[in-house]
């Protein structure tokens, strides 16, 4: 089951992405940046976070956030309008706070590290869902 919801999630982000123009998202990490381009699963019986926003430039941003097991599994995915940001830095803090804040709700320990856009899609698939519709969360 949480293999079909996994695949659906992606399918539906990829959707997102292919269906609507994108508005304008956070510059690649700059060259030579240590951060990884794939998602690397954390170790077992440990879960993983990953976060992303993007910024219309007119004021408006979006944030996702996703939870997964060291398999891959979600178990958490949410995704957030922020009606008021100025900048690109204030959504991606925006985006680093809801994420945590979903994160304390439902695990214990946690751990930090950067993770280059092409190994986090589905929270910046998430992040631009948030510019579509209402806030949402799902917990599998």
Not at 58 to 76: F, N, Q, W
Not at 97 to 115: D, I, M, P
Request: with cysteine; aromatic share 8%.
């Amino acid at each position: 089951m949480h293999e079909i919801l996994d695949t659906a999630l992606n399918r539906f982000g990829e959707f997102i992405v292919a269906a609507q123009a994108p508005p304008r998202i956070l510059p690649n990490s700059p060259p030579g940046s240590s951060s990884p381009n794939s998602w690397i699963p954390p170790p077992p019986n440990l879960y993983k976070l990953n976060f992303d926003a993007v910024w219309s430039g007119e004021g408006k941003a979006g944030a996702g956030a996703v939870i997964r097991s060291y398999d891959g599994v979600i178990l958490m995915a949410a995704h957030w309008e922020i009606s008021s940001s100025s900048s690109v830095d204030e959504a991606e803090a925006s985006a680093c706070f809801l994420g945590l804040k979903l994160a304390l709700e439902g695990l214990r320990n946690t751990h930090t590290s950067h993770v280059k856009r092409d190994g986090n899609r589905i929270a910046n698939c998430l992040a631009k869902l948030a510019l579509l519709s209402p806030d949402r969360t799902w917990t599998f």
